[in-house]
């Protein structure tokens, strides 16, 4: 939903709205409920800057609601459904966790999700796109870059996930598949 300055600044100030916030904020910590945290999460991202502590601590809960999801999915040998809500959040918790760790280079941490978000869901068309994310932190590229040359950007992506790409991502995963297949057999190597 659009609001506009003035319905922000209403909101921002008023008593009844700030109290509500936090108790859904609360109960959300206390329930892991990241349909309520992220409802949370982004009323404030109205009114408050990205890099705010309120902001990073929301959103602390969120990665540690979701982490512990995809370590029971593990556990259970489960996988996430895009149709279930919470599960949906638990995705984009991990992909927006994902991106971040891309963005900074962090290459090992990204790898270790797109890996998990490459064979944890329930959706063909998701798993397909999360390898080539792969591909694209095995081959350490630059963010940026990897939009640019991959990413569909003309094309309705989902509100948050990056799933249309550009006809050269077909051949980019299908050339760097033994990348991914070495990434799978260096997870299982751990395993044992």
Do not use: C, W
Not at 57 to 80: G, M, P, S, T, V
Not at 157 to 182: T, V
């Amino acid at each position: 939903m659009n609001y506009t300055k003035e319905e922000i600044l209403n909101l921002q100030n008023d008593p009844v709205f700030l109290h509500e916030l936090q108790r859904i904020e609360k109960e959300g910590v206390e329930k892991s409920d990241l349909i309520a945290l992220y409802d949370v999460l982004d009323s404030v991202l109205l009114f408050e800057r990205e890099e705010s502590e309120r902001v990073n601590k929301i959103y602390e809960e969120i990665l540690k609601i979701a982490f512990q999801k995809l370590h029971d999915k593990l556990q259970n040998r489960d996988i996430f459904s895009l149709d279930e809500v919470s599960e949906h959040l638990s995705l984009r918790a991990l992909y927006e966790f994902g991106i971040d760790n891309f963005g900074k280079k962090n290459f090992e941490e990204a790898k270790e999700v797109f890996l998990a978000l490459s064979m944890l869901s329930d959706n063909p068309e998701f798993r397909g796109a999360m390898q080539i994310h792969l591909v694209g932190v095995l081959k350490k590229m630059v963010f940026e870059e990897f939009v640019d040359e991959y990413i569909d950007l003309e094309s309705k992506n989902d509100s948050y996930f990056l799933l249309y790409f550009k006809d050269s991502a077909n051949g980019f995963l299908h050339e760097n598949r033994n990348l991914i297949l070495n990434a799978v057999r260096e997870i299982e190597s751990r395993k044992s």
